[in-house]
């Protein structure tokens, strides 16, 4: 990611995409009305920053709405917050982070991710480009590109994992006979267009097709992964078919979200959540003593439609 920190455009209240609570505009005790999972949806990024003693404990308060977290125990850029349990650390690194929606290949990407910054580090910043200005403001013939061509994600996740993560009642009981059966009975358990390929035990294989574009409260919205690198050094974004996206066309979505790109101004005990469908983030190389907690998961929303057409596969079995 380029660092042309001087053009870009600073979050500002005045702006429609963002809602930023600073202590001129809003008192402290407020706060944890502000930050809600409509307003997340509404404004595509909300920013608590200005406030002195705002503690993680009030973080994690405060974004109590995100209802689950995928925690894998095995990644050690992941590692947990040394009291907290359901907050994990950000890895420094030293690389910037070219644009991309938290684990946005995943078949249930989190709706909402927050971030909290305990220490402010020397230099670097976050970056938030807006998904529907983004979009927006792409040429005719990369949209109609997307038309044409669907994103192709090759994974495979266990069935199992993701209804324990939401509570599911009898998780246990998904067998492959079963998955088979809500896959032949089109029983739309994701919100994501999926492709089963394989079924296997507990365990799915497929291909999904995150829509692209996406439509959210703002409005159509450009939110897919498609640079690499972002998360595992050999996934490469590729169109149905296999074949690699242009490299035109990577370049001329670079240079429109850089356009529309936000610099979020946070420093020490900030936050800043972002709704994980509508806007894409990346940043600039961060300079030492940058230390950062992640929250990320799904809304109320999502965990009662997943939980009910779960228990609907259950049910009908
Ligand atoms: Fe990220």
Redesign the pocket.
Known sequence: MKSKNSNLRFLRPEHKFGLVIEPKTHALDSIGTWLTEQNVAQYGMVVVRGFDNYTVEMFRDHVAFIKTVFLDSTDPARTLHPQYSDVQTVTEGESP?NW?A?NGIQPLRPDV?SLYRETAGTSGCTLVCDGVELWANLPTKIKNYFAEHRLEYDLTFDVLDLAKAFAIPNAEALDAEMLGAMIAHNIKVFDTDITITNVSARTLSGKWNPSCPTTTEGGTAFCSNVFRGVYLDSFVPKIEGGEPIPKEILAEIESVAQAAAVSVDWKEENCIVINNHRCL?GRTKPGAGRKVYVKFGHTGTTVANFQRNMQALLGAS
């Open positions: 982070l991309h938290e991710l983030h």
